[in-house]
Every structure is written in C-alpha cells, then in structure tokens.
C-alpha cells in the first residue's frame, strides 16, 4: 500500500544543521520528494531524487536515500530561521502513468535563533 | 514567468451550498493536479488531468468534479458543501506526463470555509 510517515516536529538552532526523515511503504516508488510549505502559503519545490540514487546535493541541501529500508532523509546545512517551515516529503509512483503524489504528514520545523 | 494562480483565494460558503475554484497554470505547462489539505487528513490528491483528460482520480465522493480547458486552466467543483470539505484547495502544474510531470509547481491555494 500507499503511506509515508515522518516525524511531526524539529526544533534546532540557527547554524546548526537540520535532518528530517521520511519513511515511505511503496517500494515502486520512482521518485521522492521534499516540498517546504511556510504559513498561508502553498508548497514550495526543494528538491527530488529518482529511487535508483543514494544521494544528491543542491546547495544547503542534501539528501539521502536508503531503497533497502526505505527511509528518506532532508539534511539543511546552517539552517536559518528564514528555514522554519513545514516539510512534507513525497512519493510518486505509477511509473509515469500519473503525476499522483503521495505525501506525508509534515515535520515541523522550528529554527531558534 | 507567471506562478500557478488559483482564485478565489479565500471563499466562504455555506452548508448544501456549491463552489467552483480555478487553476491557471504555469505557461506552457499541459498538466494540473488538485489536492486537499486538512489538518486531520493531511495533503490528499483530489484529481489529475493533462490535454483536457482526467488522467487519475482520488477517493473522494463524486461531489467533487473537475475539468481541464483547451488552454490548460483547471476548475473544480464542489457541488452540496458539507463542514468537512473545509480545506485548502491546492493547484498544481507540470509540463506534461511521464518525465514531464516530474516537476510540479503549486499554487498559493484557495482557503474555503464552510459554515
């Protein structure tokens, strides 16, 4: 079946660096996802990753797959308080026959300065 | 160039009432999906249409329709509103299908309030 978990609350210091995980259950998922969501807004793009890969990096961020345990991870270095945020990760699966993302439930993320 | 746009993007309706919600895409971009949010729920996907097509539906009661244009804008509807269907309504565009839908951008979303 279709669901993905994740932790419901971060709370880190300016400077330090922040990690999210992401647990999901349809292992014919192509692609993950990591979408920012700031109050009364809608989501914002981060960053993807296809499920043969084990890593990639795009400034600030990294992320991590493990295909084998399923798990997801978000890493943002010298996380800012401009960072604070929900972060929602996602899957897609269907091979290309539907855009449907699957998301999670959101990790709240609470940057003190 | 030009975000997603969803209008209206607050709206107030009441009980047995019915409501229609836009989506103008990114230009250029065939493909729209639409997704609830709610806090007990989360993000749950409504429906999906590329080139005027419903391509995939969720599992929501037929109340909810959808329908794409020729040029690409989306519409939804919600026909005898409950207190339930109190959510924000996402909007979001990609180029196409396949690789196409890899990238989806959202809009800023339409907050409607039944009472």
């Known amino acids: 079946g279709e669901d993905v978990e994740q932790s419901l609350f971060l709370s880190v210091r300016e400077g330090d660096s922040s990690v999210i995980n992401c647990t999901y259950t349809?292992?014919?998922?192509?692609?993950l996802y990591w979408y920012k969501q700031e109050p009364g807004a809608g989501l914002q793009l981060l960053t993807y990753?296809?499920?043969?890969?084990d890593m990639k990096q795009d400034q600030r961020l990294t992320v991590l797959l493990n295909k084998k345990d399923k798990h997801l991870s978000l890493r943002i270095a010298d996380t800012q308080t401009g960072d604070s945020a929900i972060y929602f990760c996602?899957?897609?699966?269907?091979?290309?026959?539907?855009?449907?993302?699957?998301f999670g439930t959101g990790t709240l993320l609470a940057v003190q300065p | 160039k030009a975000g997603v746009t969803q209008t209206p993007r607050y709206l107030i309706k009441t009980r047995g009432q019915q409501v229609t919600l836009s989506c103008s895409p990114i230009?250029?971009?065939?493909?729209v999906s639409w997704y609830q949010q709610t806090p007990g729920q989360g993000l749950q996907f409504l429906f999906e249409?590329?080139?005027?097509?419903?391509?995939n539906k969720g599992n929501f009661p037929g109340r909810f329709s959808g329908r794409q244009f020729s040029n690409s804008r989306s519409e939804m509807n919600v026909s005898t509103l409950e207190l339930g269907d109190s959510a924000l309504y996402l909007c979001?565009?990609?180029?196409?299908?396949?690789?196409?839908?890899?990238?989806?951008?959202f809009g800023p979303g339409t907050r409607l309030t039944v009472t």
């Open positions: 979001a565009s990609s180029l196409g299908i396949g690789t196409g839908g890899l990238e989806q951008y």
């Open positions: 349809d292992s014919s998922s192509t692609y």
């Open positions: 990753i296809f499920s043969n890969m």
């Open positions: 996602a899957e897609m699966s269907g091979g290309g026959a539907t855009n449907k993302l699957i």
């Open positions: 230009s250029g971009h065939r493909s």
């Open positions: 249409y590329f080139s005027e097509t419903q391509r």
